[in-house]
T-cell receptor, first 112, second 115 residues
Framework: QQPVQSPQAVILREGEDAVINCSSS?????VHWYRQKHGEAPVFLMI?????EQKGHEKISASFNEKKQQSSLYLTASQLSYSGTYFC?????????????FGKGTKLSVIP | GAVVSQHPSRVICKSGTSVKIECRSL??????MFWYRQFPKQSLMLMAT?????????EQGVEKDKFLINHASLTLSTLTVTSAHPEDSSFYIC???????????FGPGTRLTVL
C-alpha cells in the first residue's frame, strides 16, 4: 500500500522551516526519503531503519515513529536549493524487502 | 560514491521500434536493480525487480514480453522496450541496491518519446 504524504505542496520563503509527513496503514520497517528536482532522478537523502531513530543531514533531518507508523522530514532554515518534490518510500513487505512503494510526493517551493 | 548511470538520457523513436536502456552502478556492486516509470507530476511506479543472474520479477500489469529486462552482472541491468507505442512515452528510472546496505540509489533517468 502506498504511504500517504502530507502536505501535498508547500511554499516557503528562504529561511523558513517545513515538516513533511509520511504515514502508513501497515507496519513500517524502514523509511527512505528522496528529493527530486524537475526532470531529474530522485536523490537519496536518508534512510531510517529503527523506531525512534532520528537522523540529520545538514539542515535536513528526519524521525521515525515505528509505533505510529509514520516518519517526518524536517527542513530548517530552508534554502532555494531545497525546492523540489520530496518522496518517502517504504518497503513493500517485511524488513528484508528492498522493493519500495513511494508516496505521491510533497512539492516544496522555496522563494526568495 | 554510490553513482548509478543510465544511458541514453533521452531517446526519441518511431512507433514499432525497440529501445534499449542501460543502467550501471559505477562504484559499487548491486545485488538488485529496479526499474521505475514516472509520468509527469506523478510518483514513481515500480515496474520490475532485476536480480543478477536470474529472471526479473514484474509488477502486476507490466507486460514482461514488452519490457524485457536483462541483468548481466552485478553492475549492469538493461531494459528493452519492444515495439514501442506512444503510450510508452515516459520517464524511465533505474535504481540499484547497495550490496552491503539498504540504500537504493537512482540513475539520472531516461526520457523516452515514441512518435
Amino acid at each position: 500500500q502506498q504511504p500517504v504524504q502530507s502536505p501535498q505542496a508547500v511554499i516557503l520563503r528562504e529561511g523558513e522551516d517545513a515538516v513533511i509527513n509520511c504515514s502508513s496503514s501497515k507496519a513500517l520497517y524502514s523509511v527512505h526519503w528522496y528529493r527530486q528536482k524537475h526532470g531529474e532522478a530522485p536523490v537519496f537523502l536518508m534512510i531510517l531503519l529503527k523506531g525512534g531513530e532520528q537522523k540529520g543531514h545538514e539542515k535536513i533531518s528526519a524521525s521515525f515513529n515505528e509505533k505510529k507508523q509514520q516518519s517526518s522530514l524536517y527542513l530548517t532554515a530552508s534554502q532555494l536549493s531545497y525546492s523540489g518534490t520530496y518522496f518517502c518510500g517504504t518497503p513493500r513487505s517485511g524488513a528484508g524487502s528492498y522493493q519500495l512503494t513511494f508516496g505521491k510526493g510533497t512539492k516544496l517551493s522555496v522563494i526568495p | 560514491g554510490a553513482v548509478v548511470s543510465q544511458h541514453p538520457s533521452r531517446v526519441i523513436c518511431k512507433s514499432g521500434t525497440s529501445v534499449k536502456i542501460e543502467c550501471r552502478s559505477l562504484d559499487f556492486q548491486a545485488t538488485t536493480m529496479f526499474w521505475y516509470r514516472q509520468f509527469p507530476k506523478q510518483s514513481l511506479m515500480l515496474m520490475a525487480t532485476s536480480n543478477e543472474g536470474s529472471k526479473a520479477t514484474y509488477e502486476q500489469g507490466v507486460e514482461k514480453d514488452k519490457f524485457l529486462i536483462n541483468h548481466a552482472s552485478l553492475t549492469l541491468s538493461t531494459l528493452t522496450v519492444t515495439s514501442a507505442h506512444p503510450e510508452d512515452s515516459s520517464f524511465y528510472i533505474c535504481s540499484a541496491n547497495w550490496i552491503l546496505g539498504n540504500e537504493q540509489f537512482f540513475g539520472p533517468g531516461t526520457r523516452l518519446t515514441v512518435l
